[in-house]
Structures are given as C-alpha cells and as structure tokens.
C-alpha cells in the first residue's frame, strides 16, 4: 500500500510562475489536509478538505488555492509563487470520525524553493 | 488566540526517561496528539488523548490534563533512534489539527 504520494519531490520555482502540488492517498480516508512547514515554526495548517468536494482555510491560507474533485486526489495550487512560500509543503489524510482523524497520515512532502 | 507551547529543545542520554511537555490554549479542543518526525522526513502519529489519564503505548507514555490545559509525552529507555523533532496537536472543530511548534530531542551515548 503507497499510503500519501506527493509530487514532485523538490522543485525550484520562478517568483511569479505558477505550480500545483500534487497529493494522491490510497487509504480511502475523507479528510486532507496540506501543511506547511518552516524551520522554527512547526507545521502550519494551509487548507483542508473534510470529504470530497468540500474544503476550508487554515491559519495560513493566503496565496493558495485547493480542489477536492475526488476521494483521493486533493492538489495544492499557488496561482503566483512568491520567495516567502519557500518551504517544505506535507499534504496529510486521515479518517474523519471523532476519534480517528488525529491521527493522520503524512507524504514524503515537498520541497519547493521559490527564487 | 490559539497556541501551544512546548520546549524546543531537551537533551538526554540513552537509557534515561525524558519528559516533554505541551500547554495549549485553543478556541476548541477535541484531543490531545503526539508526533515524531525525524530530520527529512514525515511526521508520523504517535499517541492521542481525548479524556485525562494517562496512556501508554509501548516506551512511550502520553498524559492530558485538559483543566490545566496541558499534557506531555514520556520516553523511557531512550534510544538513539528517537532522536527527532516531536509536536504536539490539538484538535479542532472540523478535522483540523494545530500543531506546536515542536521539540527536538537529542539523544547521546
């Protein structure tokens, strides 16, 4: 079982260029979620999907655009990369029950570098 | 507002037991959570707390307190292996989880 794939790996990005994080779980979990994560700040909750075709902000949501078109899929897009979205980027699942969807499930993540 | 604060860094030998703490002050609470992540790599889950009590998993102990708004994580037989970085999580409303800003334990021979 693959669990979270992300892609791409890393990435080196043009400042005002656009791209999309791609994030595919095969656990059939209803919850998604995409982190970012920044030396000395922890992981900060981007946005997230509470099943397919929802999705809500997180604490840091600007800048960034999600989709939840299926169960499975919930891609990352930033529509005009700027140098302070330079990070590592983690999308995450989990079961979205009461008691499950604490514990979630991580991708390898993405490094993407923003010049 | 809403945080966590945890220590950001403990230090300990193998062998010994170390405790890491994590007081939170949220809008909402519906649990307390525990994860390691290790240098490059992902944050995997390790424990969660819903009610107070302790729970144990293994050499890892997790504990809530939620009238003080806090818990912590227990290692014991420490291990060089679990030398990482570990964050404690509140739940939300919703499914969403905010994360502390992390502990990075170090540990020595």
């Known amino acids: 079982t693959a669990g979270i794939t992300q892609a791409p790996t890393s990435q080196i990005l043009a400042a005002g260029r656009s791209m999309t994080l791609r994030c595919t779980q095969d656990?059939?979990?209803?919850?998604m979620y995409w982190y970012r994560q920044d030396l000395g700040l922890g992981l900060r909750l981007i946005h997230y999907s509470n099943t397919a075709g929802t999705t809500g902000k997180g604490e840091v949501p600007d800048g960034y655009s999600v989709s939840r078109a299926n169960t499975d899929d919930f891609p990352l897009t930033l529509a005009s990369a700027v140098p302070s979205q330079t990070s590592v980027y983690f999308c995450a699942s989990s079961d979205s029950s009461r008691s499950s969807y604490n514990e979630q499930f991580f991708g390898p993540g993405t490094r993407l570098t923003v010049l | 507002g809403q945080s966590l604060e945890q220590p950001s860094e403990v230090t300990a030998v193998e062998g010994a037991i170390v405790q890491i703490n994590c007081t939170y002050q949220t809008s909402g609470f519906y649990g307390l959570s525990w994860y390691q992540q290790h240098d490059g790599g992902a944050p995997t889950f390790l424990s969660y707390?819903?009610?107070?009590g302790l729970e144990e998993t293994g050499r890892f102990s997790s504990f809530l307190s939620r009238s003080d708004s806090y818990g912590y994580l227990l290692l014991q037989e420490l291990q060089m292996k679990d030398s990482a970085s570990y964050f404690c999580?509140?739940?939300?409303?919703?499914?969403?989880?905010?994360f502390g800003k992390g502990t990075t334990l170090s540990v020595s021979s």
């Open positions: 999580a509140v739940g939300q409303a919703g499914t969403a989880l905010i």
């Open positions: 656990m059939r979990h209803n919850a």
């Open positions: 707390n819903a009610l107070d």
